[in-house]
């Protein structure tokens, strides 16, 4: 009897047993910061859906991004390479127009080539980053899923110059139904009941929302009342011990500064519709887990659910991404299924890079030499278990940032520095990288900036600079993004 208890109570904490050829369900977030619950980011945040789904397995509460931008980022978890060592950095080139990754085997490719069934809806990809005729390579089925649709006139009010279509927010439509993110989640579910059930599938679903513009049925802003409503902790002369060259990666940009925000009384409502958006798009990751559940096949079935990159909402006085501060860097990553340890949470740094090597050992294929990441098996065992690498992101060439559990360093391409104590200093609000003290600490970390650092790819365009060491000039590839010259800068 003793012996009864102690099996169940082994098989109660530790991982399933990995299945020989699971299944994977695949979701992404677009745009997601932390503010999600099981992670604390926003301490109203409501995303019961995804909070379920980290109790079913295992939650990283430090994971990061490898490029705070959409193509950059899933070009580098979907080839397993860093944006230093391909030389994407911008919207624009997709990885099978690039010399190097043309022929690169990429993660759903494994899958595919493998034998799995793959399917993918919404967005995965960049989107048009993979051309039509190449697509049956990466995945078996491609989904047709609209976009998101927008009101006849804006909702938000902010009358500036040349502003961009997504710079939107506010209540719309007025069903889930209308929403892109429900059609998404329906192609999934329809995935899901359809696939075939004499071979394993992987099926990647790419939610849209919370990516601006931030729309959502009013419901889901009734959970978000004006009245109560916190807004993120801001430092207003945050900005003054920053080096000039930060600047300049936020720079050009669509997203508005919040001055601008203020001035037009426009903060609260786009937190609000942030908010809003998140969870929306969390009740349709719980429609798709409902499905799964439903096929009676998801004790085969591996789930990893991450975000491409955060988000600012105020944070150094700015919105949008584009930035090596962890409001940019710091994603949502979880995994769930057989091989992954129910009810954990690791607070390990760690990269979307590690989930290419991750599903390649739960699905017991070989390893692969040439990936960056690292497999993050030993970890969904243990949470506690050891892990020497820090987490890496990189925006254009030449900007680095190295995050380990205690710190973060930044390195612009000036050779200007950021240090930030995140265990004193999670707002990363005091920048310590001239305290003579600290010389040794920073050394530590410049260690891990990489040693491969490729320029901009021919083709690059949209986001990406490059910086002349000698004449110190900044030269953005495509100054046709240049929405905000007029706006007054932070
Ligand atoms: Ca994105
Ligand atoms: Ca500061």
Sequence with gaps: MRFLLCLALCFSCSPRFAAARPNVLFIAIDDQNDWIGHLGGHPQVKTPNI????????????????????????????????PSSTGIYGLAPGIREVEQ??????????????????????????????????????????????GKGKPPKPIANLPVP?????????????????????????AAIEALARAP??????????????????????????????????????????????????DFLHWKLPE???????????????????????????AQVG???????????????????????GWHLGEKLITGKNTLWERSTHVPLLFAGPGVARGARCSRTVELLDIFPTLLELAAMPARADLEGHSLVPLL???????????????????????????RYIRYADG??????????????????KDPKLAATKAGLAKWLPKIDKPPVPGSKSRVLTFDPVTGEVIWEDQKVDKTAKLPTP
């Design 416 to 433: 200007s520095e950021e240090l930030y104590d995140e265990k004193a200093d999670p707002n990363e609000w005091t920048n310590l990288a």
């Design 287 to 309: 429609r798709v887990i409902a499905a799964l559940d439903k096929t009676g096949r998801a004790d085969d079935t591996v789930i990893v659910l991450w975000s491409d990159h």
């Design 162 to 186: 040349d502003r961009h279509p997504a710079m939107d927010w506010g209540p719309f439509p007025a069903r889930d139904e209308d929403s892109g993110d429900y059609h998404i989640a329906d």
């Design 51 to 82: 909070d379920a789904l980290a109790a079913r397995g295992t939650a990283f509460t430090n994971a990061h991004t490898q490029a705070p931008l959409c193509n950059p980022s899933r070009s580098s978890l979907l080839t397993g390479l860093r």
């Design 381 to 407: 065992k243990d949470a506690a278990a050891p892990r020497p690498w820090p987490a890496i992101t990189t925006h254009n060439q030449g900007n680095h940032t190295i995050r380990t559990e205690d710190w």
């Design 256 to 282: 508005p500064r919040l001055s601008t925000l203020r001035e037009f009384h426009e903060w609260r409502p786009l937190v609000r519709a942030y908010l809003a958006s998140t969870s929306l798009m969390d």
């Design 101 to 146: 990754t043309k022929d690169h085997v990429t993660l759903p490719e494994t899958f595919t080539k493998a034998g799995w069934h793959t399917f993918t809806c919404g967005k995965i990809y960049h989107d048009g980053s993979i051309r039509p005729s190449d697509q049956k390579r990466e995945f078996n089925a491609w989904a047709k899923t609209g």
């Design 197 to 246: 059930t004499d071979k394993p599938f992987f099926i990647a679903c790419g939610f849209r929302l919370p990516h601006v513009p931030c729309f959502a049925p009013q419901k889901w802003f009734d959970l978000y009342p004006d009245a109560t409503l916190q807004m993120p902790p801001v430092k207003e002369d945050d900005r003054d011990d920053l080096p000039k060259f930060a």
